[in-house]
């Protein structure tokens, strides 16, 4: 899995802060600042692409991700 983790000072992200993605197993993770971590299954590497490259990820992630894409699982992180 490489994440990408983007910068607090620079981003406008207010829900999450890193992305992960696995092209074997084209898995999609997301960390929020909450300490929840999604992971998404069967996600081609396309989207991610266009999700890193979008100027509003938060409404990429909300339209192209949470409501089109396989929620894998869930958990909750030691933040």
Partial sequence: MN??????????????????YDR??????????????????DVPEEIVFAFLLSFDKEAFY?????SQMM????ETLNV
């Fill in 62 to 66: 909300k339209r192209n991700i949470k």
């Fill in 3 to 20: 994440y990408a983790k983007f910068d607090k000072k620079i981003s406008t992200l207010v829900t999450f802060d890193t992305i992960g």
């Fill in 71 to 74: 929620l894998y699982g869930t």
């Fill in 24 to 41: 074997e197993t084209e898995k999609l993770q997301i960390k929020f600042y909450d300490g929840t971590l999604e992971t998404y299954a």
